[in-house]
C-alpha cells in the first residue's frame, strides 16, 4: 500500500500450496475498495435488521395463526350454542304442550284448576362473562331454569291426575277424550259458541263445534257409554232435534252425553255398549246441513242436574288447537250456558 503524496492502492497477494504454481495478485484502488466496502457493510446491516427484527416478525406470524384458529374455534362455539338454544326452545315449548294438556285434563275431570299461567321467565342466576355470545348464555340459562320449573310442577301434576285416575276408574273411561274423527282429513269450520246462522242469517247460540270431512268418514266413540238414540228424530216431536238429521246420543255415566249429528250412515242402536275408539256412524250430509260435516256436542251435568253444552275442543286431549290458551281462559271464567235445547225427554235421566 503506498501513501504519501501519491494515491495509495491495496495489493493482495494469492499464495496457492502448491509452490510450483505462481503467485497472483490483485491491486484494489482507493475507489475499488470503497465500491466493495460499502455493499457488504450494508449486507452487513441488513443481516443485523434481520436478526433484530426476525422474532418481532416470527411472533407475529404465530399470533396471527393463533388468533384465526381462536376465530375459528369461537366461530364454532357460537355455532354450537346457537344449535343448544335450538334444542331449549323446542324443549321449552314441548313444557307448553304439557302444561296446555294437563290443564284440559284438570278440566275434563272437574279438578280444581291449576295454578296461574306458567309463562315468566326466571332471571339468570349464573354469572355470565362479558362476550358477544353473553346475551345468548343468559337467554339459554332462562330456559333452563323455566324448563326445570315446568318439569317439576308437571311431576305434581301428573300425581294428581293419577291418583284421581286410580280412584276413579269409571269417570276416566266415561270422560270424552279423543276426537271422533282421525287423521288430518278434517277441517274445524265452525266454533262452540255464538255465531250467524247459514240459513237465518240471524245470530245463534252454537252448542257443538262442526267438523268438515268427506262423506263416509268413520266417525269413533270419544269414550264409554250407552247409546241412547240412533237414527232421525221425529219432526213431530221436535223440530231442533230433527234438524240434526242421522244423529247418535251417547250417555257416559252420570256426568256425560255425547251428540253426532248429520251423519250418512247410523252403525249403532238403542241400548248398545260402547267402548272408546269403537265405530258410531259415517260423517253425512243430513238434516239443516249445508255440507258435508259431523256435528259434535258434549253435555255435562251440572249441579243442578242439567246436561249443558261445554265446548268440545276443551275435552279432545289428542290433538292441539291453535288457540288451545285462549280456550282454556275463556272457560275457566265462562258462566254456565242458560240458552240452549235441552236433551230429548228420558235421555237426560
Not at 260435516?293 to 291453535?322: K, M, N, Q, S, T
Request: overall charge positive; charged content about 25%; some cysteine.
Amino acid at each position: 500500500m503506498k501513501a504519501g503524496g501519491e494515491r495509495w492502492r491495496l495489493e493482495v497477494q494469492i499464495h496457492p500450496s502448491d509452490i510450483r504454481k505462481r503467485v497472483r495478485y490483485l491491486f484494489l484502488s482507493r475507489w475499488k475498495v470503497t465500491a466493495w466496502a460499502v455493499p457488504a457493510l450494508l449486507w452487513v446491516l441488513a443481516l443485523a435488521l434481520a436478526g433484530a427484527v426476525a422474532p418481532g416478525v416470527v411472533a407475529g406470524q404465530m399470533n396471527r395463526q393463533e388468533y384465526r384458529t381462536l376465530t375459528a374455534e369461537r366461530s364454532r362455539q357460537g355455532e354450537r350454542l346457537q344449535g343448544l338454544l335450538g334444542r331449549l326452545a323446542a324443549l321449552d315449548r314441548r313444557g307448553v304442550d304439557l302444561d296446555l294438556r294437563l290443564d284440559k285434563v284438570f278440566l275434563a275431570y272437574g279438578l280444581p284448576a291449576l295454578r296461574p299461567p306458567r309463562s315468566t321467565v326466571p332471571a339468570s342466576r349464573v354469572p355470565v362473562p362479558d362476550s358477544i355470545y353473553a346475551a345468548a348464555v343468559q337467554q339459554g340459562d332462562r330456559l333452563r331454569e323455566r324448563i326445570r320449573t315446568r318439569l317439576r310442577q308437571a311431576e305434581g301434576d301428573l300425581s294428581e291426575v293419577g291418583s284421581f285416575e286410580a280412584s276413579h276408574p269409571g269417570e276416566v273411561r266415561t270422560t270424552p277424550s279423543i276426537c271422533p274423527l282421525r287423521g288430518k282429513g278434517f277441517v274445524l269450520i265452525s266454533s262452540f259458541g255464538d255465531r250467524r246462522s247459514p240459513f237465518t242469517r240471524q245470530m245463534e247460540f252454537h252448542p257443538g263445534v262442526d267438523l268438515a270431512a268427506p262423506v263416509g268418514t268413520p266417525i269413533h266413540a270419544p269414550a264409554d257409554g250407552v247409546v241412547v238414540f240412533a237414527g232421525q228424530y221425529p219432526l213431530a216431536r221436535s223440530h231442533g232435534w230433527w234438524s240434526y238429521g242421522n244423529m247418535v246420543l251417547i250417555r257416559g255415566g252420570e256426568g256425560f252425553v255425547t251428540i253426532f249429528g248429520h251423519a250418512d250412515q247410523v252403525e249403532v242402536r238403542a241400548g248398545q255398549t260402547i267402548r272408546r275408539g269403537e265405530r258410531l256412524a259415517t260423517v253425512g250430509n243430513s238434516g239443516w246441513s249445508t255440507s258435508p260435516h259431523l256435528h259434535y256436542e258434549v253435555r255435562r251435568r251440572g249441579a243442578d242436574g242439567v246436561f249443558r253444552p261445554i265446548d268440545p275442543l276443551l275435552f279432545i286431549l289428542d290433538r292441539r288447537w291453535p288457540n288451545d290458551d285462549r280456550l282454556l281462559l275463556r272457560a275457566r271464567n265462562a258462566r254456565p250456558v242458560q240458552s240452549f235445547e235441552p236433551l230429548p225427554p228420558g235421555i237426560d235421566r
